[in-house]
């Protein structure tokens, strides 16, 4: 079956530095996704992204915050200047087969990458 | 704007008990309605969606959960617990297809021996 891959599995970065998760979302699906879960705390919905632009975003995803598509496959999230806040798992996730664009799809979610800012 | 409640962060059962986790929702039209585990150091793994018209809804593991309307609620229930049913599980709402997922605070289900 069909799954979402993310790379690293976990990234140890330095405050102020930039971080780039990746994600390769399921081949035919249209919309991708990220969303973050702090330690002991709900999953969050971070960015939607559809038709190479984002289509929906949270209040958490601000001017520090950007997604991107560089390729076919690839989807990626990039913190510019990570805080200790932004410490979290975050996961990528999609959705909504192009063949079949009208039903009532779930969104696939990756094993995450769990960011921790030091 | 959407919400998902659980009630109950913490749910112990016995191997073999009636496994019943809460979830309410809100919403001011009929939502898409999930629940997803997850296990330790694992990603979302979607356990049911809930499908208009279907008011008791079958998922993988032998869980299943109902809807209903006047209740606002999606309650997961499985009949037996397994020790490996032990995991976080979370309830999610949704307006549409490709749109956001509202998810609750999760419970966390731990089965004894």
């Known amino acids: 079956e069909p799954e979402v891959t993310q790379t690293p599995s976990h990234q140890v970065t330095q405050m102020g530095q930039e971080v780039i998760l990746r994600c390769v979302p399921i081949?035919?699906?249209?919309?991708f996704y990220w969303y973050r879960q702090i330690l002991g705390q709900k999953v969050e919905f971070l960015v939607s992204?559809?038709?190479?632009?984002?289509?929906?975003k949270s209040e958490i995803f601000d001017d520090q915050f950007s997604v991107e598509r560089p390729d076919g496959s690839n989807f990626t999230l990039k913190i510019r200047s990570t805080k200790l806040e932004d410490s979290a798992m975050y996961f990528c996730?999609?959705?909504?087969?192009?063949?079949?664009?009208?039903?009532?799809?779930?969104?696939?979610f990756g094993d995450g990458t769990r960011l921790s800012i030091l | 704007a959407q919400s998902v409640t659980q009630l109950g962060s913490h749910v112990s059962v016995s191997e073999g008990a009636l496994v019943l986790l809460r979830c309410n929702y809100s919403?001011?039209?009929?939502?898409?309605l999930f629940w997803y585990v997850q296990y330790p150091n694992q990603g979302l793994q979607l356990l049911l969606k809930?499908?208009?018209?279907?008011?008791l809804v079958k998922g993988i593991n032998g869980f299943e959960a109902e809807f209903k309307k006047s209740e606002t609620s999606f309650h997961l229930t499985k009949p037996s617990a397994h020790m490996s049913d032990a995991a976080e599980y979370f309830c999610?709402?949704?307006?549409?297809?490709?749109?956001?997922?509202?998810f609750g605070k999760g419970t966390t289900l731990s089965v004894s021996s």
């Open positions: 919403s001011s039209v009929p939502p898409y």
């Open positions: 992204f559809y038709n190479n632009e984002i289509s929906e």
């Open positions: 999610a709402v949704s307006l549409q297809a490709g749109t956001a997922l509202i």
């Open positions: 996730a999609s959705s909504v087969d192009r063949d079949s664009p009208y039903s009532n799809q779930p969104q696939h």
């Open positions: 081949s035919n699906h249209l919309y």
């Open positions: 809930y499908t208009t018209g279907a008011t």
